[in-house]
């Protein structure tokens, strides 16, 4: 099978999720400061999963340079990770309106925990269908940051029920950890 609708499905997907997003900041009704400092946890939610969401079109993006196939397996695990990025709007939403409380904040960490664990799922299939000699094999056979991703999902997740700070700061650390692409696919293409 050709990997090119794949691609072109969830980047229209992601392009979707971005803007049902932004959609979610509502103009304030009056022009004083304290109508934006209101705003504020919701505009920092957004900005935080836009920048998840950014981060897994450019590692989704950098991993499909290296697929050379695809077959059902690999478009289950795919639509299984855009289900769970689907699910970053009201996640994002939600603990951005009630201003970082303890139970809006455990499922953004649930919501980001299933999507780490559905991209890792995803990985894995490829890896098991080009093989262990493939070039995307030896590209993605170090699965480090995925699973300090993972790690830190579940603190986040359990930190946040002594304080949802504990889970923002490891949901932070986790988008750091894969803000850059990964690098040996550039190298790879190179």
């Not at 699910?87 to 939403?93: D, N, R, V």
């Not at 999507?115 to 094999?137: C, N, V």
């Amino acid at each position: 099978m050709n990997k090119g609708r794949l691609e072109a499905f969830s980047d229209g997907v992601l392009a979707i999720i971005i803007t049902i997003m932004v959609l979610e900041l509502k103009v304030p009704h009056d022009s004083s400061i304290h109508a934006i400092i209101e705003l504020l946890p919701v505009f920092m939610s957004y900005l935080l999963s836009f920048v998840y969401v950014g981060i897994y079109w450019n590692n989704h993006h950098h991993m499909m340079q290296l697929v050379k196939k695809v077959n059902g397996k690999v478009l289950w695990a795919n639509l299984h990770l855009l289900f769970w990025l689907s699910l970053f709007p009201f996640a994002t939403a939600w603990m951005g309106e009630n201003h970082y409380d303890t139970i809006p904040v455990v499922l953004y960490g649930c919501v980001m925990l299933m999507a780490a664990l559905a991209y890792f799922i995803l990985e894995h299939t490829l890896l098991r269908l080009h093989g262990p000699d493939s070039d995307f094999a030896s590209t993605f056979s170090s699965r480090a940051k995925d699973i300090v991703s993972i790690i830190l999902n579940v603190v986040a997740i359990g930190g946040s029920f002594i304080t949802p700070y504990v889970g923002i700061t490891c949901y932070v650390l986790v988008a750091v950890i894969w803000f850059i692409p990964e690098k040996r696919v550039e190298k790879k293409l190179a």
